[in-house]
């Protein structure tokens, strides 16, 4: 019960209408750098290329890829389009 009131604080938190500002919203569960397993469940997204990124974001998107967090994370990037999320995994990638 503990972890579900932890999601849905953090999926409330972090609004796809944030991600229009860039990455920042990202950085309170994958940390500063991108560093970070978000919430114990995720890959550490700064070892990951430009490309498995775009790949994961669109993935989570349309429901094609993630694990424990794939419903968090759907949420997040539902209202991203294709050149928000190139953009935010160049900015992750810079």
């Not at 309170?28 to 114990?40: I, L, P, Q, R």
């Amino acid at each position: 019960m503990k972890t579900i009131i932890k999601i849905v604080a953090v999926a409330s938190l972090m609004t796809p209408a944030v991600f229009a500002a860039g990455t920042a919203a990202c950085k309170g569960c994958h940390g500063a750098n991108f560093e970070k397993v978000a919430m114990g469940k995720s890959k550490v997204v700064k070892d990951m290329s430009k490309e498995d990124i775009v790949k994961a974001l669109k993935g989570y998107k349309d429901g094609s890829y993630g694990g424990a967090m794939k419903t968090i994370m759907k949420g997040q990037v539902a209202s991203l389009d294709d050149a928000a999320i190139e953009a935010m995994a160049a900015e992750i990638k810079k």
